[in-house]
């Protein structure tokens, strides 16, 4: 697992040990940045269920401003930390040890994008969805990582899914303010 643009790219990433943490896929996290490549730069980032971090140190490496990596796991935690020292981006990361609907429940924090990856088969995503929403600005993007065929809600708060791609074993989709097009270019 590498950062594949930016400042940090070429840096391998550690990747917590077991089967509690499945990192995104090469293809998956290429695909995804491709979604949001002139969103990135100058932008505040959410990295829900972090796990390693390595999609918020991917947008960190592209310019994003700021990002937040929530995970309940302090091996995750650890190994978020170890993964910024390592790229050198540490002074625009924060890492909270939290549950992600404790972290969103008191957060006064207003993100332009958000990664939400949670453990696949838990039913986590429909609840959570509409307070991710709620935190968002106004030209935020919600992309969320599932197992393909997961079905999630067609709205959240003011944000609606506007796509959704299949990528191996992996869905991606993505939700953005009801009155904003897909700013995928063609």
């Known amino acids: 697992m590498k950062v594949t643009t930016g400042t940090a790219r070429g840096r391998n990433l550690a990747a917590p040990q077991g089967l509690s943490t499945r990192p995104t ?64 981006l540490q002074a625009s990361a924060q890492v909270v040890a939290m549950e992600a609907s404790s972290f969103l429940a008191g957060t006064k924090l207003q993100f332009d994008l958000a990664f939400l990856d949670p453990p696949y088969q838990q039913d986590i995503l429909p609840s959570l969805l509409p307070v991710v929403a709620g935190k968002m600005s106004s030209f935020g993007v919600i992309l969320c990582e599932t197992e393909k065929g997961e079905l999630l809600p067609e709205t959240a708060g003011d944000f609606e899914k506007k796509k959704e791609y299949r990528y191996g074993k992996s869905q991606l989709t993505v939700y953005r303010k009801k009155d904003e097009p897909d700013q995928q270019p063609e």
Do not use: P, Y
């Open 25 to 88: 896929s090469d293809m998956l996290k290429q695909a995804l940045f491709n979604i949001i490549q002139f969103e990135v730069e100058g932008s505040t980032v959410l990295d829900l269920f972090a796990g390693s971090g390595q999609l918020g140190i991917e947008a960190l490496s592209r310019g994003a401003k700021q990002a937040v990596f929530v995970d309940k796991s302090r091996e995750a935690q650890e190994i978020i930390r170890q993964n910024l020292l390592h790229t050198g």
